[in-house]
């Protein structure tokens, strides 16, 4: 299984930004699939979450800004991001979280390549 980002780039706050990551592969489930983030010298953090059954988690300080969705039939999740801020500055990932091969199989995690967001004046 391999897990594609793009959409990535540079822009002014208060800007947009939508990041989407296609997982392709044998799949036959994916359970939870998620964005993390880590700016410069800073631990990585989760921003977003959402599950097959489109529950979604937000870091706090995303919240209202940012909007989480998936495609099922895809194996794609997005990430629109509105009302970028400078600290939104990192290399974003993406995540895919249990994922089967069959209906039988174990699952494991999956993680994309990283793509850069800067939000600078």
């Known amino acids: 299984v391999q897990l594609q980002a793009s959409g990535g780039g540079s822009v002014q706050p208060g800007g947009t930004l939508r990041l989407s990551c296609a997982a392709s592969g044998i799949i036959f489930s994916i359970d939870v699939m998620g964005w993390y983030r880590q700016a410069p010298g800073k631990q990585r953090e989760l921003v977003a979450t959402?599950?097959?059954?489109?529950?979604?988690n937000y870091l706090d300080s995303v919240k209202g800004r940012f909007t989480i969705s998936r495609d099922n039939a895809k194996n794609t999740v997005y990430l629109q991001m509105n009302s970028l801020k400078p600290e939104d500055t990192a290399v974003y990932s993406c995540n895919a979280g249990r994922v089967r091969s069959t209906r039988y199989s174990g699952s494991r995690d999956y993680w994309g390549q990283g793509t850069l967001v800067t939000v600078s004046s």
């Open positions: 959402i599950s097959s059954g489109g529950s979604t």
